[in-house]
């Protein structure tokens, strides 16, 4: 299997831009997870997943925020407007229902200038 | 609430000097401690799950153990190839699927 996939691996925006990152979870995992990772607080569980629906999203940081998963293949996680204080490293995540462990993507590295 | 304490934060060992890395969590009960390793502009790898105190997991140089309050992964003779940061990740038993994750150790091995 390909593992997690994440698109785009950099992206490099203005303050004010639109930013969707995309996620393509492991085939037959039904629970998918957005983090996001800087220095100062480290790994920070955004929102999750199962079986398409949006289970806990109390991580989100504010309304700017909004993630969707359309299909068990597809998710995205959309930031409108951008700020500079978003730029940070966008991890996705997978699990299957029978286990806890979640495999992680290679990350989607975000500046916002 | 829920807290994960990793320490060292950082740790420099010669090639083939073991040494230990300390999790401390604090949940609201514990369904599965968890180790990740990640290497630098990738994301972090599966390493280990522990369930209940007094299990021990190993895999190649690595091993990892669990009592009711926290979580060690020792390193023996560690090679440069294990520089890496290790995470660990604890998932409470009232969170469902939530990992709380730790801040991590930043181990570098020297030739």
């Known amino acids: 299997d390909a593992g997690v996939i994440q698109s785009p691996r950099h992206e490099v925006t203005e303050m004010g831009q639109e930013v969707t990152l995309r996620c393509k979870p492991i085939s037959g995992h039904d629970y998918l997870f957005w983090y996001r990772q800087t220095m100062m607080r480290g790994l920070e569980l955004l929102i999750y997943f199962n079986n398409n629906v949006p289970i806990d999203d109390s991580g989100m940081p504010e309304d700017r925020f909004s993630a969707k998963m359309p299909n068990a293949s597809f998710s995205t996680l959309k930031i409108q407007p951008s700020e500079p204080r978003d730029s940070a490293v966008y991890f996705c995540?997978?699990?299957?229902?029978?286990?806890?462990?979640?495999?992680f993507g290679p990350g989607t590295r975000l500046l916002v200038l | 609430e829920d807290q994960v304490t990793q320490s060292p934060e950082a740790l420099r060992l010669q090639e083939g000097e073991s040494s230990s890395l300390n999790c401390s969590y604090t949940v609201s009960g514990l369904r599965g401690l968890f180790w990740y390793r990640q290497d630098p502009g990738k994301g972090p790898e599966f390493l280990f799950t522990?369930?209940?105190a007094g299990e021990e997991k190993e895999k190649e140089r690595l091993k990892a153990t669990l009592t009711k309050k926290e979580s060690f992964l020792h390193i023996t003779a560690p090679k440069p190839e294990d520089s890496a940061t290790y995470l660990c990740a604890a998932n409470p038993s009232g969170s469902a699927r939530q990992l709380t994750f730790g801040s991590g150790t930043q181990l570098t091995v020297l030739p």
């Open positions: 522990l369930y209940s």
């Open positions: 995540a997978s699990s299957f229902g029978g286990s806890e462990t979640q495999y």
